[in-house]
Nanobody, 122 residues
Framework: QVQLLESGGGLVQAGGSLRLSCATS????????MGWYRQAPGKQRELVAT???????NYIDSVAGRFTISRDNAKNTVYLQMNSLKPEDTAVYYC????????????????WGQGTQVTVSS
């Protein structure tokens, strides 16, 4: 069974940095796009950054230039380096992965991590 396990969240002061990791475990054929969402209290979940299997990246405007998404395909792991953190970055961060389980003909399913809390104090 495929699972995504996040780590690296915590409490940091404004201007500080954190690095989130998300490791994928289980038997699978291929991981396509991976990404990070976040959800702040009382707000809708929003897509923060994505990375394709080839390494192309996209970011929402509010984190562009401060956050960097990367992945290690050999380890089936995606990272989110967060610099110059602001209080408005406070949220639960979720990793996602679009995965084909059985082979190239199998459908792609979206898998979610359990979430990790990031709190930025002012």
């Amino acid at each position: 069974q495929v699972q995504l396990l996040e780590s690296g969240g915590g409490l940091v002061q404004a201007g500080g940095s954190l690095r989130l990791s998300c490791a994928t475990s289980g038997v699978l054929f291929r991981i396509n796009a991976m990404g990070w969402y976040r959800q702040a209290p009382g707000k809708q979940r929003e897509l923060v950054a994505t990375i394709t299997s080839g390494g192309s990246t996209n970011y929402i405007d509010s984190v562009a230039g401060r956050f960097t998404i990367s992945r290690d395909n050999a380890k089936n792991t995606v990272y989110l380096q967060m610099n110059s953190l602001k209080p408005e970055d406070t949220a639960v961060y979720y990793c996602v992965a679009d995965i084909q389980i059985r082979g190239p003909w199998s459908p792609t399913g979206r898998y979610w991590g359990q979430g990790t809390q990031v709190t930025v104090s002012s």
